[in-house]
């Protein structure tokens, strides 16, 4: 295909937001290079919550259908208190009449990233290259944009038509195109721990997903096909060695579910939480998508869901552009005002407000705050509009109206 150019669209970073979007292009007609620093895709803990939009839109791939037989469906979450036992949970059916999968998929995300590098294999118009990762961005002109790749036969140059950088927080495509990341880093880390001890025999009636609010420790518990993955807070200046010990998660876990001996570890993380977006999501035909645009504390799901959408509305742009339907600049404009002002108006606004919610220690204001989800989860109204918003069906629906 000559649009954009003769060169590829490169997509940098093999994960959920880069392989997505590389799969879109290929199939389309578009020639693509996805470029992925490691050897192999890493299995590690990071997102697993699908929200409806984004099964949606990826049911437009036709991976859906590999993604729920390689995950959970959970038609109904919690916010739960564990010092008085109240349990508030969301009944997903409330918005079937409003997306074709009402409920959340567990699926950790390195299995969509598999899948997509699989299904660009079978695809003569793309490239996957592994052990290449971006060095820096050198410069770009009219028709494209020359990037230096480190490789295992050393440093290469790549051109490309357009560059998008999808490779996370630490994008090197946004960092040397001298685009800022504005906003904050939290004082405390996230540690995650897996262990397929059933802890439902503790926790009663414990949902797919669950939000646990505890004046001493609160966490998020989630299951993973036969996993469950719970998210603890930690204290800052804690080394890292000390949170990642057995000792430590074993604490953690005994505290949220005692039992005899010890637990069995799974995976376990420990990453550094961020509000941040980039000032930009567009420097001529370099483009950001996904944690190297913006991210956010997990706390609600909705750092990976809002790259997916950033990855589907980029390539919306692109065969605009190709079909004549939109004007190149235009079009690639509105993509920058359509996500960022999303991720800044939204995304930003909602996580900062789960995290306060989840970690308020005064007693009356968790009482006040667990009577008010059981409110809404009790009244059928107000849980349709709940979750319209926490699914993020109303937010991706009102991106497409910023212009």
Same mark, same amino acid.
């Not at 490789?151 to 290469?156: I, L, R």
């Not at 509000?275 to 956010?296: C, E, F, M, P, W």
């Not at 909602?350 to 989800?373: V, Y």
């Given at each position: ?7 590829? &669209? ?17 199939? /389309?007609?578009? @020639?693509?290079?996805? #470029? ?11 997102? *697993? ?23 959970? &469906?959970?038609? $109904? ?41 699989? /299904?660009? *294999?079978?695809?003569?118009?793309? =490239? ?17 944009? @020359?990037?230096?790749? *480190?490789?295992?036969?050393?440093? =290469? ?33 996230? !540690? ?10 503790? #926790?009663?009636? #414990? ?5 646990? *609010? ?16 719970? !998210? ?26 005692? %039992? ?7 995976? $376990? ?47 919306? =742009? ?30 930003? /606004?909602?996580? &900062?407000?789960? %995290? ?48």
């Amino acid at each position: 295909m000559a649009f954009p150019g003769k060169d590829p &669209i490169i997509i940098c970073g093999a994960g959920p937001v880069g392989g997505v979007t590389a799969l879109y292009l290929a199939r /389309e007609g578009f @020639n693509v290079i996805l #470029l992925e620093k490691e050897k192999v895709l890493p299995e590690d803990l990071r997102a *697993s919550t699908f929200h409806p939009p984004s099964m949606d839109m990826l049911d437009r791939l036709d991976l859906m259908p590999r993604l729920i037989a390689l995950g959970l &469906i959970v038609p $109904r979450y919690q916010y739960r208190d564990r010092r008085t036992g109240e349990i508030a949970e969301f009944d997903m059916s409330a918005i079937k009449d409003e997306t074709k999968h009402p409920y959340r998929l567990q699926c950790e995300q390195w299995r969509l990233n598999k899948i997509c590098v699989e /299904e660009l *294999s079978k695809i003569p118009n793309a =490239k996957v290259l592994f052990e290449h990762g971006v060095i820096k961005v050198l410069d770009q002109d009219a028709t494209g944009v @020359n990037i230096l790749v *480190s490789t295992p036969e050393g440093e =290469k140059t790549l051109r490309g038509s357009y560059v998008i950088g999808a490779e996370g927080a630490n994008s090197m495509i946004r960092q040397t195109s001298g685009l800022t990341y504005e906003g904050m880093t939290y004082p405390e880390k996230f !540690l995650v721990a897996s262990t397929p001890y059933p802890l439902e025999k503790f #926790l009663p009636r #414990l949902s797919g997903v669950n939000y646990v *609010s505890d004046p001493d420790e609160w966490c998020v518990v989630l299951r993973c096909n036969n996993l469950w993955r719970v !998210l603890f807070p930690t204290v800052p200046g804690d080394a890292n060695e000390k949170l990642l010990s057995d000792e430590y998660i074993q604490d953690r876990l005994h505290h949220l579910a005692p %039992k005899q001996g010890d637990y069995e570890i799974g995976h $376990r993380t420990l990453y550094n939480v961020h509000q941040r977006v980039a000032n930009t999501y567009r420097k001529g035909r370099i483009l950001l998508a996904g944690d190297s645009a913006h991210i956010n504390n997990p706390l609600g799901g909705m750092g990976m869901n809002g790259g997916l959408h950033d990855a589907f509305n980029l390539c919306e =742009k692109f065969l605009g552009i190709r079909d004549g339907k939109a004007e190149e600049n235009a079009a690639l404009d509105l993509y920058d005002r359509q996500r960022r002002l999303t991720a800044t108006k939204f995304v930003q /606004e909602h996580t &900062i407000a789960n %995290k306060k919610l989840m970690e308020e220690k005064d007693p009356d204001a968790q009482k006040k705050r667990q009577a008010d989800f059981m409110r809404q989860a009790n009244d059928p109204a107000l849980a349709k509009k709940f979750l319209m918003k926490t699914s993020m069906i109303n937010v991706v629906r009102e991106s497409y109206t910023i212009q």
